[in-house]
């Protein structure tokens, strides 16, 4: 019998080792974030799914990128805030209408180019601890490459296209301009308002599109929506410079843009 037994211990042993070593839920290859520690993150959803990410960038605003809504479809348009886990109870989370939603005027289907989106919600967010706006980068200059930036998202975790319930996070080293830009890479295409970051198995995915990436906490860029393959290492993710856009989203807040 204690043979038995010893044998029984090593096979939950055993068992325990191989859930251990299963890879967990990720943007692609990243891992779950700590909860509400990134109080920042919005999820922006159409007739009650998650399409894109965004960011609080004041109590009535989020930043998100423009291709978000090209499906939308007439489908009403909500932002998720304080939340961790997208259907999980949370007394934190509160679901907020947008007023309006902003595209930079730019903007195009079949480009990454000026792909940003300013939504105001129809009221301030009640702010707390799990709900804050972040600073984001004003100062015009690129981000040195090798620098390590976080990323966060719901966004698509496997190659299946399996969709995350809670945050997942990832941190990513910023690529130079010149190496996105080889033909081998993305042959030219990324503008002086775009950054480039790693891709090597980890990486951002559908799902995560207007989510920030932060570097020395502050917001530097926002994931592009055009679609590509994820994880790819000779195709980088895209990343919208928001301190290129900066007269852009202040004259928006401001109310100095039409909507």
């Known amino acids: 019998m204690a043979g038995h037994t010893g044998h029984l211990a090593a096979l939950v042993l055993l068992g325990v080792a191989l859930c251990a070593a299963q890879p ?17 993150m919005a999820s922006v959803q159409v007739a009650g799914k998650h399409v894109c990410g965004g960011f ?3 109590a009535q605003w989020v930043l998100s990128a423009a291709h978000c809504l090209e499906d939308a479809a007439g489908g009403k348009v909500q932002v998720l805030l304080g939340a961790h886990s997208l259907s999980q109870p949370e007394p934190s989370k509160r679901l907020y209408d947008v007023l309006r939603a902003v595209p930079h005027p730019d903007s195009r289907p079949d480009t990454n180019d000026h792909d940003l989106l300013l939504l105001q919600l129809s009221e301030e967010a009640v702010l707390g601890p799990a709900v804050q706006p972040l600073r984001w980068q004003h100062e015009d200059r690129d981000v ?25 996070h990832l941190l990513l080293r910023v690529i130079d301009r010149a190496t996105c830009n080889l033909r081998t890479y993305h042959d030219g295409t990324i503008t002086e308002r775009m950054m480039c970051a790693e891709s090597n198995r ?9 989510g920030p990436l932060v570097c020395g906490g502050v917001v530097e860029g926002i994931v592009t929506s055009g679609s590509r393959i994820c994880g790819n290492p000779k195709k980088p993710g895209i990343y919208t410079r928001v301190a290129s856009y900066a007269a852009w989203i202040e004259g928006v807040m401001a109310g100095g843009a039409a909507a």
Do not use: F, N
């Open 24 to 40: 967990r839920g990720r943007i692609l290859r990243g891992q779950e974030a700590e909860a509400h520690a990134r109080p920042y």
């Open 56 to 58: 609080l960038v004041a």
């Open 144 to 168: 040195a490459a090798g620098t390590l930036c976080d990323v966060a998202g719901w966004g698509v975790v496997s190659h299946t296209g399996r969709r995350p319930d809670r945050l997942q």
């Open 202 to 210: 980890r990486d951002t995915c559908k799902g995560d599109s207007g």
